[in-house]
């Protein structure tokens, strides 16, 4: 049998054994016009024709050609392995050749598992694995989440001494990374003697995913510094977690990185590209490589939509989008989330409807939770809180806490303590309330002077053992990412920093700040005490040590993890205007860009 007939041809596959050991001779052979049309197949409707014919030629019964026909189908991304599990049944005694491709073609469906269950058959039909056994059979727990059974493949590996081949170890590092586990991917990571780069990939790309991007851009020194080739792959994981860090210094190094070794040809490189400029705080750098790339797909014109929705530039998302259309790119459900996203943050009341009903009435795509979200968040911010409350409850599918969470915030902004009310209790039934609820609902109590019912919301956080999610802003400087937590003192300049916003707040104060002690949420604090409380939220810190340690008119660039509070957006509005400083803030939701004394948000986020 020729080998290069069949599309076996994936360099990362290590599937390419190709011959079947318990092949039937066939007394005809298959004519060879069939085997060229196999060849140059493309579709699940032109491989049943071409079925049909080797059907009407009687070669039904050579191994060879079903073996052709179920590999086929594994590799088709258009096909079902429906087909390919209705062939294989017909095969009296299939070999292990078949079991490995039939595995691995179930791996990369969306029921992965049943790699595992035709697995356990197989074992039960006195079937041997062999080394490419085990790299699909734990892809398809990887691909399902699914540890237990990862484990066991895991364990099986290790009694049938498999477990240090160079194919398996890779894809056991994924598995353990993709089913959350990243610690016992390092164990396997650091038990191999010279790992390779597709096993370095694989550890980089667990930590970016675990929200690790520290220990992921340690890995990637390390692999410089072993002199080993760095791939597409780990690029992508690299931008992915200079992107979470908000290291911008760092992206722009990676950038050159990039471009020195050729990489930037990837359309999907310079996708993450953009992203990292974009969540950097970058816009101008994101624009500079979407229209420097040659050729663009859905992905790369998603990024660069969701960068002006991140940045504030709704109507600059929405007309990208418009330019997208009539390009011929078809968006899909993650371009529409970028388009809904920039209506809602720039208050595209109308437009962010009309784009939502347009998703499946005019493109077929399926509205999901986060598309919901986005409308809720669309109408609440614009204080449409009763249809928001009517349009999650006239949702096909049961709201989650993140929907009825996004309203009740909505109801803190604009002070509807009665609605916010009833949307905490639905947050309850569903039992995931978390410190942020409590909190939002004591606030809107608190601005509403109503004390007892801040009280008695205290009092049920503390019976319910409920923590509030501390806040933390990063700063980069000189390549070094400082955090700094909300009154923390453990930074190295801590005492100078405190100081330094002694002495600011001073400075806002004479040109109008006003301390928002509205926003604390202790009752029985004095003024004094409240003031003191906001003057060392962590977005200050970080600002502060931004003014320290960086010279005069260079842009501060801070990443915090929660919204950002309403006293230090004036206060940072101000100090932008005082120290005549960019400062480029990206919170939870949103970048702000506070320059003279206001920010790019409008005051709308
Ligand atoms: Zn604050
Ligand atoms: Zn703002």
């Known amino acids: 049998m020729p080998a290069s007939i069949l599309p076996f041809s994936s360099p990362s596959s290590p599937t390419t054994k190709t011959t079947s050991s ?14 060229s049309l196999l060849q140059k197949c493309t579709s699940l409707r032109e491989l049943k024709q071409i079925h049909a014919t080797i059907l009407k030629t009687h070669f039904q019964s050579d191994i060879s050609i079903l073996t052709k026909l179920i590999n086929f189908c594994s590799l088709n991304p258009t096909s079902t392995m429906d087909y390919a599990q209705n062939l294989f049944d017909k095969i009296p005694q299939p070999d292990i050749v078949l079991f490995n491709i039939m595995a691995r073609g179930y791996a990369r469906t969306h029921t992965p598992i049943q790699a595992v269950v035709l697995f356990i058959h197989m074992l039960n039909l006195g079937i041997s694995p062999d080394d490419y056994t085990f790299p699909s059979l734990l892809k398809a727990c990887a691909n399902s989440k699914a540890l237990e059974q990862g484990k066991q493949v895991h364990c099986l590996a290790i009694k049938l001494k498999f477990h240090h081949n160079i194919y398996v170890q890779p894809t056991l590092i994924n598995m353990y990374a993709e089913c959350g586990d990243v610690r016992a991917a390092r164990r396997i990571f650091n ?10 990939n694989a550890m980089i790309a667990g930590y970016a995913r675990s929200s690790l991007p520290n220990e992921a851009l340690a890995l990637f020194r390390e692999l410089q510094a072993f002199d080993i080739k760095p791939t597409d792959v780990t690029m992508l994981c690299v931008l992915s977690s200079c992107a979470l860090l908000g290291a911008l210094e760092l992206g722009k190094w990676i950038h050159e990185y990039i471009k020195k070794h050729g990489l930037d040809v990837y359309v999907k490189v310079n996708t993450a590209l953009i992203d990292m400029y974009a969540k950097c705080g970058s816009l101008e750098d994101a624009i500079r490589v979407f229209e420097k790339m040659r050729s663009r797909d859905t992905q790369a014109w998603s990024a660069m939509i969701i960068a002006y929705a991140i940045h504030g530039h709704g109507n600059k998302a929405i007309s990208l989008f418009e330019e997208m259309k009539i390009t011929g790119i078809r968006p899909d459900e993650i371009t529409f989330l970028g388009l809904l996203y920039a209506c809602s943050h720039t208050g595209l009341v109308n437009e962010g409807r009309r784009y939502f009903y347009s998703m499946r009435d005019q493109y077929g795509i399926v509205p999901g939770i986060k598309h919901y979200g986005c409308i809720v968040d669309l109408l609440g911010r614009a204080g449409l809180l009763d249809e928001a409350y009517e349009f999650i409850q006239s949702l096909p599918i049961k709201p989650t806490p993140i929907l009825w969470r996004t309203l009740l915030s909505a109801c803190g902004v604009h002070g509807n303590v009665e609605l916010g009310k009833r949307v905490i209790k639905h947050i309850f039934e569903l039992e995931d309330s978390h410190g942020g609820d409590y909190v939002i609902l004591s606030n809107m109590c608190a601005a509403d002077g109503r004390w007892n019912d801040v009280n008695s919301i205290r009092k049920l956080m503390k019976d319910r053992g409920v923590a509030k999610v501390p806040g933390c802003s990063s700063i980069e400087v000189d390549n070094v990412v400082h955090e700094f937590f909300s009154g923390d003192g453990t930074h190295i300049q801590s005492v100078e ?30 003024e004094e005490a409240k003031e003191a409380s906001l003057r060392y939220h962590s977005e200050k810190l970080a600002i502060a040590f931004g003014l320290i340690n960086t010279p005069p008119g260079m842009a501060i660039r801070v990443v915090k993890n929660l919204r950002v509070c309403g006293d230090c957006h004036s206060a940072a509005k101000l100090i932008s205007m005082i120290f005549d400083r960019q400062i480029i803030l990206r919170d939870l939701h949103r970048f702000h860009h506070f320059k003279d004394g206001s920010c790019s948000c409008g005051d709308y986020w």
Not at 22 to 35: F, T
Not at 506 to 523: E, M, R
Request: proline share 9%; with cysteine; glycine share 4%.
């Open 22 to 35: 318990n092949s039937i001779s066939n007394p005809k052979q298959p004519h060879p016009s069939s085997l």
């Open 497 to 526: 920093l405190h100081r330094m916003l002694d002495e600011l707040v001073k400075q806002l104060k004479l040109v109008g700040y006003v301390p928002d002690t509205s926003l604390v949420f202790h009752a029985d604090m004095t």
């Open 191 to 200: 038990q191999m003697g010279r790992p390779c780069i597709v096993s370095y």
